[in-house]
């Protein structure tokens, strides 16, 4: 053998083993592509948690899906292209002219192979095992590529923006709670899903869409305790009342000074009558005030998802709702929130909701006029429009555009709604009948 073609020689192997090498990380990219957007989070944490550090590298590589495909794609296209170049001077080498269609036809079928269709089957059926075992890796990667991945990003939302296409980082969420409302409906249709856990789960999805002001007590409904009255008369007050909580004001309703647990009541009087000798006689002297809580306020815009939050975290369950000008609107409770998950929850004290709505002999429904559209909705699998108004009562009132008297009927969305009860402005007692049942 002469030693040019020796060299030659070497060279050849030299860089088809490159070619092969680069072949096989670019497998890699791909393969760990799909495996790290196809595993199951849920799976991963539960793996984190038995203290596999792969699987927790993989949640955290996981939480910025643009940075990390970015990196991924750009790893991938980058072996790609350096395999291809090298593929194509090497068969121009050896064939002449030809080499080029030949080391396409070649190198297509190689990469397609091995380095996309392979590792990415393999990846989908053991993702959550191939994502734990892949991101130290990739996590190195990401790191080295970061500035170049956000220079694309930078680049790709300028380009979009000058043609005026805004990209939005959370249009995904958006897009898979619709996805799942979408998938819920149609089960619901065919009979799929039980029209119980698709509410359950709408409403779960719901709460973050949502705010406190939608469902709250309107301040009306608040039972409250004037703290000028006789002691004695509180104490009945709160004896008689079914709720353990109540606002304690001064003056005016809208002040006020706390809230008096029931249990902290009855620590206090006790306490209070030991002291004493002559308990009944000075009873005037008890200071309900002193037994009371601070008020927890919130404002009316908070959504329903983050109070739930804050209640779990403060451990406290019962917040009283003011608007922008801390003018108290409402109440509201975990219960509430719940509910509008779980529907309805009764406890020993409630006034009887086991029917919320009764259905009469004529085919009419009676309904609170307090009660809100969701809830009728809800109950009856219905579909009152609830973006004018909260309860059936303010959607009369906006659709009538007046304070219609009793007696006054009215059509609208397919229903005819007729006033059965009023106190002063408002309508709380209506009869709904559906229209097609005509
Ligand atoms: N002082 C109150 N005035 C009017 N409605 C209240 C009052 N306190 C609670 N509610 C309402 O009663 C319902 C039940 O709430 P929750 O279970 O938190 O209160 P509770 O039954 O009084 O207290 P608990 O269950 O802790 O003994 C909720 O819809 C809530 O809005
Ligand atoms: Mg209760």
Redesign the pocket.
């Known amino acids: 053998m002469e030693p040019a073609s020796s060299a030659a020689d070497a060279a050849f192997w030299i860089t088809a083993a490159a070619i092969l090498g680069l072949l096989v990380l670019s497998a890699f990219f791909s393969g760990s592509e799909t495996a790290l957007t196809a595993a199951s989070r849920g799976k991963l944490r539960s793996m984190s948690d038995k203290g596999n550090s792969g699987a927790s590298r993989a949640l955290r590589i996981t939480e910025d899906n643009e940075r990390l495909i970015g990196s991924v794609l750009l790893g991938n296209n980058l072996v790609n292209i350096l395999a291809t170049s090298l593929a194509t001077a090497l068969f121009t080498r050896a064939f002449g002219e030809s080499g080029v269609a030949l080391a396409t036809l070649v190198m297509t079928v190689l990469v397609l192979v091995f380095a996309e269709v392979l590792p990415k089957t393999y990846a989908i059926t053991n993702a959550e095992t191939a994502a734990s075992r892949v991101s130290p890796v990739i996590a190195l990667v990401i790191t080295v590529f970061s500035p170049i991945v956000g220079a694309v990003r930078m680049l790709v939302r300028g380009v979009l923006s000058l043609f005026g296409v805004k990209t939005d980082p959370d249009s995904h969420i958006l897009a898979v709670r619709e996805e799942i409302a979408g998938a819920l409906q149609l089960g619901h249709s065919e009979g799929v899903v039980e029209k119980e856990d698709r509410d359950r789960i709408l409403g779960a999805l719901d709460l973050s869409e949502r705010t406190v002001e939608e469902i709250m007590?309107h301040r009306s409904?608040?039972?409250?305790i004037d703290a000028d009255n006789d002691p004695q008369d509180i104490l009945r007050q709160c004896l008689e009342s079914?709720?353990?909580?109540?606002?304690v004001f001064r003056g005016d309703p809208e002040n006020i000074i706390g809230v008096v647990h029931a249990k902290d009541l009855f620590r206090a009087m006790y306490q209070f009558m030991q002291e004493s000798d002559k308990p009944a006689e000075s009873m005037s002297q008890f200071r309900f005030a002193d037994v009371a809580m601070k008020p927890y306020f919130i404002p009316d815009s908070t959504s329903l998802d983050d109070q739930m939050r804050q209640f779990l975290r403060r451990r406290t369950?019962?917040a009283l709702v003011v608007d922008e000008y801390g003018a108290l609107q409402g109440?509201?409770?975990?219960?509430?929130i719940l509910e509008e998950i779980v529907g309805e929850i009764t406890?020993e004290?409630?006034p009887d909701a086991d029917h919320p709505v009764k259905r009469g002999e004529d085919g009419n429904y009676w309904i609170d006029g307090a009660m809100t559209i969701r809830d009728l909705n809800r109950a009856l699998d219905w579909s009152l429009p609830d973006d004018e108004a909260n309860t059936v009562a303010g959607l009369v009132i906006h659709e009538a555009q007046m304070i219609p008297t009793i007696g006054q009927c009215f059509s609208f969305h397919g229903f005819r709604f007729e006033v059965v009860a009023r106190e002063n402005n408002r309508i709380t007692a209506l009869k709904i009948r559906p229209l097609a049942a005509e």
Request: proline share 5%; aromatic share 10%; net charge negative.
């Open positions: 007590l409904g608040i039972e409250m079914n709720h353990t909580r109540l606002p369950h019962f109440l509201i409770t975990l219960e509430d406890d004290f409630d």
